[in-house]
């Protein structure tokens, strides 16, 4: 572990962080996992409106 110096404050930060401890600058880009955490989120929300959509659907041509 090094120290670099955070391009928006100039302050020491570790070189492991992901953004500046002391202004909040983001030192790397956002890991790879973000997008894919994303796209599972909105399937999730497909798959529970479709479901939601089928059971409203029979429930409403019960009557």
Same mark, same amino acid.
């Given at each position: 572990? /090094?120290?670099? #110096? !955070? %391009?928006? !404050? &100039?302050?020491?930060? *570790?070189?492991? @962080?992901? @953004?500046?401890? #002391? !202004? &909040?600058? %983001?030192?790397? /880009?956002? @890991? %790879?996992?973000? $997008? +894919?955490?994303?796209? &599972? @989120?909105?399937? !999730?929300?497909?798959?529970? +409106?479709?479901?939601? &959509? $089928?059971?409203?659907? *029979?429930?409403? #041509?019960? $009557?």
């Amino acid at each position: 572990m /090094a120290l670099t #110096h !955070c %391009p928006e !404050c &100039g302050r020491e930060v *570790s070189d492991l @962080a992901a @953004a500046c401890i #002391h !202004c &909040g600058y %983001p030192l790397r /880009a956002t @890991a %790879p996992m973000t $997008f +894919w955490k994303t796209v &599972g @989120a909105i399937l !999730c929300a497909l798959a529970i +409106w479709t479901v939601a &959509g $089928f059971l409203l659907a *029979s429930l409403l #041509h019960a $009557f």
